[in-house]
């Protein structure tokens, strides 16, 4: 076998996952977060601390969906190691989010993002919303 | 139906009323929570809700126990390491209820 250029195959295969923006996905979300998380070597409190910033943003993104009332609103969550760290987005592609003043809920949400991750970036879009967040593992 | 998640232990006297949560909480599930810290609190001025045994737990749970916490006096049991603390402080919610911590 080569090696691909970029490759670490220390590192975890990357996570990615797409459901339907429903609450039935959520338990989804951190049932595939709980298995892989251990494969970047990330357990306890730390696992913890990621499974709530990225359960919070994908709530965030549920229920715009269901007050919303728009079908067939997909969530997309990825997670993959960094060179010092991890890597998670979440994403959707809710078209409500085109008024700024309908985010409310995200203030509260970020807050607590921030205070788990070190950096949280919140892109929204007509298309919808990408949530960005990063965890230093090894500073 | 039975809900064993969220249950109410059985009064002790002198006792505000215990809800006990166990397992995740979510916006799946909010909603039975939410009724089952309503009928407790429809009972007393005071309820106590531990959550010692909650693995999970987001802003959906926090906005539960706020909207209970307007009209009881709320009491916190929850794990004295982890993210429920950390929920507790960013919302405020600590500001509003009585938390004991339990290791």
Known sequence: MTNVPGADTRG????????PAIPASLAVIRAHLRSWLPTAAVNGSTAAELLLAVGEAASNAVEHAVRGAVGNVELEITARATDTGLALTVKDNGRWHARPSARGQRGHGSRLMRALVDTVTITPTPQGTTVEMHKELHP | MTNSQFRM????AEQPPVVIATGD????????????????AADSDAITVDLSDVTYCDSAAVRALFAVAATTKLGLIVPATGTIMTLLTISGLDRVATVTTRD
């Open chain 1, 12 to 19: 975890p295969a990357p996570l990615r996952i797409r459901l």
């Open chain 2, 9 to 12: 232990s059985a009064a002790e």
């Open chain 2, 25 to 40: 909480i979510d916006l799946a599930n909010v909603n039975e929570f939410q009724d089952v810290l309503t009928s407790a």
